[in-house]
């Protein structure tokens, strides 16, 4: 009898350390990151939009905590891609620009006839980092990614950086197929044709969701919403066309920017309706994690990659007051929705401490009650004090953009540090300092009056710069004034009156993208 009941014991034993188990893993907190790209500060309504209508993003704000000085690491996709999941700032893991832009004599082919040429940068994330999904993972975590990647080609794909799953990451930075299917995806299978790729993105997101509900798990929906090209249904464009009119169409929808015009208003209704179809995809999960009796148990976090695309590409929103948009020093092309939701933290509260993308890699670890890795996390901080009401000490925030970009940007690294921002410009070695307390627009230079704190900023900026090894641009010994002055005569004498007349065109009854509905506007990046 008793050599029956020893297996019967041991089989028990096991069951019970099994269920055990699966008991801790359901405890521990499950983290549901959503990233979308080219997304602006104001292109919501909870940020002050009155065009663009985005509930479900705006009830992560409502049922959180809103960080109203969020921060992308860089003001292009690529660079703030790399920081959030490494926790470590651009010039510190060499990806400076969007993975695919010329540098050096290649940029001269961008026929913008610039002072300088743009140093060369790296084309994919180091494997020789512990990243957050590794990290996740090596904490017992489930690891899943859908949607837009751009960190580099196969070899640096998100499975080889600590993902389980893969949907749809891969080299390209924009939706190659645009956002209808048939995709062009190499790790998305096609859907029927006229499928939406956002919508896509959320439902295989749930179906992991629910297939890992007694799991902990780390779940990374990364939109390629809202990025060029702008696509929406017939029906959203109607929609919006008609609430573009209805609020008042402006004379004027642009003003020229130091290199290419800046949008100055948001009545663009194919972007307008872009933004919804997001936020309902957002819903989805959201809604998902409500029906699965998850979302008590989930940190949810919304943010963005870089500012609304104001200048260039597809010239799709304004960022206003906010100066630029992405691709700007400005802080139109770095300040981002930056919204954590914590069950029973927040419901709403605002904070108004400046953050950054590299802090979610060491808040994603304490939250997980996973120990921090500073070697890792060189250039973020954890933000659990600030979400339990305390504060974090004052430290620089810096960003190294040594390139000029399809925006219109100019090559320069910028530090902020309390309520003071400053700006160094690589054409001609110029500084400007803003009072971002007093002046958020950054309308007033304050440099020539602060020339202490100019020298301050400076000094810890290229301290930073010089320590972890960054690259900067050079002079084009092929420099031609003259040309550059001609070109930029052109963007103001073709350019400008083109878009405004395209903008007028976005709006009127017979608006036609041309052969296909869904192709509206193609971007390089």
């Not at 180091?126 to 996740?136: F, G, K, R, V």
């Not at 929705?337 to 419901?347: A, K, L, M």
Request: glycine share 10%.
């Amino acid at each position: 009898m008793k050599t029956y009941l020893i297996p019967f014991l041991l089989v028990s034993v096991f069951f019970l350390n099994g269920c055990q188990q699966k008991k801790e893993e359901k405890q521990k907190m499950n983290f549901l990151f959503i990233l979308a790209d080219d997304y602006g500060y104001h292109d919501l309504s909870i940020n002050g939009s009155k065009f663009y209508e985005t509930p479900n993003i705006d009830r992560i704000a409502s049922e959180g905590m809103i960080f109203t000085e969020g921060y992308a690491d860089c003001q292009v996709c690529s660079p703030s891609r790399a920081s959030i999941i490494s926790g470590k700032f651009p010039a510190r893991h060499g990806i400076t620009d969007w993975i695919g832009a010329p540098t050096r004599e290649e940029w001269r082919r961008a026929g913008r006839f610039n002072q300088l040429l743009p140093p060369e940068y790296e084309h994919k994330l180091s494997l020789d980092y512990i990243t957050l999904p590794e990290a996740m993972k090596e904490a017992g975590y489930k690891t899943f990614f859908a949607g837009k990647w751009h960190l580099g080609s196969k070899g640096s794909w998100p499975e080889d950086h600590g993902f389980d799953i893969n949907i749809g990451g891969w080299d390209s930075g924009g939706p190659k197929g645009g956002y209808f299917a048939p995709y062009k995806n190499p790790n998305l299978e096609d859907g029927p044709t006229g499928e939406n790729l956002s919508m896509r993105l959320a439902k295989e997101t749930v179906q992991f969701l629910e297939e890992n509900k007694d799991t902990a798990f780390f779940a990374y929906l990364s939109f390629y919403a809202v990025h060029g090209p702008i696509q929406t249904s017939q029906g959203k464009w109607a929609k919006y066309a008609q609430k573009a009119k209805q609020l008042g169409v402006a004379e004027s929808g642009y003003k020229m920017g130091h290199f290419l015009p800046i949008r100055q208003v948001q009545d663009n209704p194919v972007y307008a309706g872009l933004v919804e179809t997001m936020d309902d995809a957002v819903g989805e999960v959201l809604n998902s994690l409500d029906e699965l009796g998850l979302a008590e148990n989930t940190v949810v976090i919304f943010t963005s990659d870089n500012g609304g695309v104001a200048a260039g590409d597809s010239y799709s929103t304004s960022n206003l007051p906010l100066r630029g948009g992405k691709g700007y020093q400005f802080e139109g092309g770095i300040r981002e929705p930056y919204f954590i939701r914590v069950p029973g933290v927040g419901n709403g509260q605002k904070n108004n401490t400046p953050v950054i993308g590299t802090d979610f890699y060491p808040t994603i670890l304490e939250l997980a009650g996973v120990p921090l890795k500073p070697a890792e996390h060189n250039d973020g901080v954890s933000l659990v004090p600030l979400l339990k009401g305390g504060s974090i000490p004052e430290r620089p925030l810096i960003w190294h953009y040594p390139h000029y970009g399809n925006q219109g940007g100019e090559p320069s690294s910028i530090i902020r540090l309390g309520d003071w921002k400053l700006i160094h410009y690589y054409e001609d070695g110029h500084e400007e300092l803003y009072n971002l307390e007093n002046d958020v627009e950054e309308n007033i230079d304050l440099a020539d009056k602060n020339p202490t704190k100019v020298k301050e900023l400076s000094d810890k900026l290229f301290s930073y710069l010089h320590e972890v090894g960054a690259r900067f641009p050079e002079k084009d010994p092929e420099y031609d004034p003259q040309k550059e002055i001609e070109y930029l005569q052109r963007v103001v004498n073709e350019w400008l009156p083109r878009l405004e007349k395209q903008r007028l065109q976005f709006l009127s009854e017979d608006f036609d993208p041309g052969n296909n509905w869904w192709g509206s506007m193609v971007t390089q990046d």
